[in-house]
């Protein structure tokens, strides 16, 4: 029974849920973060998308079930692997699905409408676009930005264009990295290998995910500090002048925010190097729980973040 249970669990991977934590900018970034029924909303959003994309993963094992099997590390996953059966695979997605709707009718139409959206994306993905060269890519970007925009829904707080364009940049440069960890992982293979495994990875280069992952890395610096600049944050705070001199220059009391920029642009190249120098990033969330630099890096632009439009205002 405990092994039926661990073998579900990894099945429902529940490591892959840190994406979901996306679904909070709306409402970090608006100042509500501390009111109690914002919160309270987007937590159930983000257990929705929690419960929603375990489904996902559950019905994409059930259809790649014969590539995973072909795969130096997929092959171990529990339908690939022989550990669970495919009619028990499938009561598992039809549950989980129907929690994820539950919670969504208990926030709002328009998150229900999201998620749904969420749902025929990923069954997409699954059936047909992964195996369409840059529609997949695409794809898994999207995955990752409709998350954001959930937590808007959730909460009727507007984010900024420029953290929007951040998002998508940051979304596509995950999504190049994970295929140039995947391409990295089966270098080994022959043609024919690749093209059974996952067959848009027999048509990218390695050069041309290298262009993609520059593009894409070097559009979230710059969305992401445009952002910084031009946002005004709302929200609780307790003002510079408890903390500073008066005489202090002006300029030190705006745009704190910009001061995150430091750990995002050391998150980037930490994070490249984990793709180029030791061909980690097929799964963003692992690279993350693993790289204890990486990691400290993102609590640490939390805790700026929330410090500098809850308390010193942006």
């Known amino acids: 029974m405990n092994k039926k249970l661990f073998k579900t669990l990894k099945l429902l991977r529940p490591k892959q849920w840190i994406k979901n934590f996306a679904i909070y900018a709306a409402v970090i970034f608006s100042g509500e973060l501390f009111d109690p029924h914002i919160f309270s909303q987007v937590t159930l959003g983000f257990i929705a998308f929690c419960a929603m994309s375990s489904a996902i993963y559950v019905v994409n094992d059930i259809f790649d079930i014969e590539k995973d099997r072909m795969h130096p590390f997929k092959k171990f996953r529990p339908l690939a692997h022989g550990d669970l059966s495919i009619p028990y695979a499938i009561l598992l997605f039809i549950v989980s699905v129907g929690i994820a709707l539950f919670i969504s009718f208990l926030i709002n139409p328009a998150f229900v409408f999201v998620i749904l959206i969420y749902l025929f994306l990923q ?31 959730a909460t009727s707080f507007h984010i900024s264009v420029w953290l929007v364009l951040t998002t998508v940049a940051l979304s596509l440069f995950l ?45 979230t610096f710059i969305f992401y500090s445009l952002f910084t600049f031009l946002e005004n944050p709302q929200g609780l705070r307790i003002g510079l002048g408890v903390l500073l001199p008066d005489f202090l220059p002006p300029f030190l009391q705006r745009k704190w925010l910009m001061v995150t920029i430091i750990p995002v642009v050391y998150g980037l190249m930490r994070y490249l190097q984990d793709i180029y120098e030791k061909h980690e990033g097929e799964s963003p969330e692992k690279v993350l729980l693993s790289d204890i630099p990486l990691l400290s890096t993102v609590i640490i632009w939390v805790i700026l973040v929330v410090g500098i439009i809850y308390y010193l205002g942006g």
């Open 123 to 153: 069954l997409s993905y699954s059936i047909f676009l992964k195996n369409v060269t840059v529609m997949d890519i695409l794809a898994l970007a999207t995955g990752y930005i409709l998350r954001v925009y959930a937590g808007e829904l």
């Open 175 to 219: 999504a190049v990295g994970k295929r140039k960890s995947e391409l990295t992982l089966i270098s080994q293979m022959t043609s024919a290998q690749i093209e059974a495994t996952r067959k848009t990875l027999s048509h990218y280069s390695e050069s041309l995910l290298n262009v993609y992952a520059s593009i894409f890395a070097t559009s």
